[in-house]
């Protein structure tokens, strides 16, 4: 899926917490640090870099092509460990321990302890982990391709997901239903300064709707995008993939969509 639904999945889910947490963390970083888990597990396809094969290719001494890499089934190919669970929590530790040495060298007299540390940001913890899982949710529903899906339960071999229920882009409605679920819990925790009441709850009815609709619009798509390996279809299905946002949103929000997707510099 697009790197932007990926982003706003990430908001979505810290938008839940950040309207229910009893945290002192501003909501501005739990929404941030929710974008970054959102996009992160992306890292992977750095290996598609027109420098790679000269920088980080020759550093690591690697024998097979950036292309070879990522469109391998090696751990570090696209949809590989960096789209497991086990990544979420391990990469969410390592910028942890980054984020303490930070606090370690900025407050040299004020120090925490590196548990008290931890135990004061888990919220943000949580949060990189929520984002790198609904970026890997949002994934599973893509085509197969060459991997077979995702490397959900890196270190096992196996590969999830892949049924091709959505086309790698052109995801306006799915984008749409994310985005205004995510303002609506961005709205309420603004809200909530300054009306008393529980916005947790509330927040985490609209991400159920949010979810419900996403779950509606991949299983209503008339096009099955599935296929394995690479396919000679890629056109044709990113055509259908097109007239069935054209349908399914009308000419006018169709049309200023296809504008915003111009404009970015992004695959959309
Ligand atoms: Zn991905």
Same mark, same amino acid.
């Given at each position: 899926?697009?790197? =932007?639904? *990926?982003?706003?999945?990430?908001? /979505? &889910?810290?938008?839940?917490?950040?309207?229910?947490?009893?945290?002192?963390?501003?909501?501005?970083?739990?929404? /941030?640090?929710? &974008?970054?888990?959102?996009?992160?597990?992306?890292?992977?396809?750095?290996?598609?870099?027109?420098?790679?094969?000269?920088?980080?290719?020759?550093?690591?001494?690697?024998?097979?092509?950036?292309?070879?890499?990522?469109?391998?089934?090696?751990?570090?190919?696209? *949809?590989?460990?960096?789209?497991?669970?086990?990544?979420?929590?391990?990469?969410?530790?390592?910028?942890?321990?980054?984020?303490?040495?930070?606090?370690? =060298? !900025?407050?040299?007299?004020?120090?925490?302890?590196?548990?008290?540390?931890?135990?004061?940001?888990?919220?943000?913890?949580?949060?990189?982990? =929520?984002?790198?899982?609904?970026?890997?949710?949002?994934?599973?529903?893509?085509?197969?391709?060459?991997?077979?899906?995702?490397?959900?339960?890196?270190?096992?071999?196996?590969?999830?997901?892949?049924?091709?229920?959505?086309?790698?882009?052109?995801?306006?409605?799915?984008?749409?239903?994310?985005?205004?679920?995510?303002?609506?819990?961005?709205?309420?925790?603004?809200?909530?300064? *300054?009306?008393?009441? +529980?916005?947790?709850?509330?927040?985490?009815?609209?991400? =159920?709707?949010?979810? /419900?609709?996403?779950?509606?619009?991949?299983?209503?798509?008339?096009?099955?995008?599935?296929?394995?390996?690479?396919?000679?279809?890629? !056109?044709?299905?990113?055509?259908?993939?097109?007239?069935?946002?054209?349908?399914?949103?009308?000419?006018?929000?169709? +049309?200023?969509?296809?504008?915003?997707?111009?404009?970015?510099?992004?695959?959309?």
């Amino acid at each position: 899926m697009d790197i =932007l639904t *990926h982003i706003i999945s990430g908001v /979505a &889910a810290s938008s839940v917490v950040a309207a229910s947490t009893k945290s002192k963390i501003p909501a501005p970083r739990i929404l /941030a640090v929710g &974008a970054l888990g959102g996009a992160f597990p992306d890292i992977d396809a750095i290996s598609l870099w027109s420098k790679f094969d000269s920088t980080i290719g020759k550093w690591f001494g690697l024998t097979h092509t950036g292309k070879e890499i990522y469109f391998g089934k090696f751990w570090y190919s696209h *949809h590989g460990f960096f789209h497991s669970i086990a990544a979420a929590i391990m990469i969410g530790f390592l910028l942890g321990c980054l984020a303490y040495l930070y606090h370690w =060298l !900025q407050w040299q007299r004020q120090r925490d302890p590196f548990t008290r540390f931890f135990k004061t940001n888990s919220t943000l913890y949580l949060i990189f982990v =929520l984002g790198c899982l609904a970026h890997v949710a949002g994934d599973l529903i893509t085509p197969a391709s060459v991997w077979g899906g995702v490397r959900l339960f890196c270190p096992h071999a196996g590969y999830a997901g892949g049924q091709g229920s959505v086309w790698w882009w052109n995801n306006y409605d799915i984008f749409l239903i994310i985005a205004t679920g995510t303002l609506l819990n961005i709205l309420l925790i603004v809200v909530a300064k *300054h009306i008393r009441f +529980r916005t947790g709850v509330i927040s985490f009815l609209v991400a =159920l709707l949010i979810l /419900a609709g996403v779950w509606r619009q991949a299983a209503a798509r008339q096009t099955d995008y599935a296929y394995t390996g690479h396919t000679g279809q890629y !056109q044709q299905l990113e055509q259908k993939s097109r007239k069935e946002q054209q349908r399914i949103l009308g000419p006018k929000l169709y +049309r200023i969509m296809e504008r915003f997707d111009n404009w970015l510099i992004i695959n959309f």
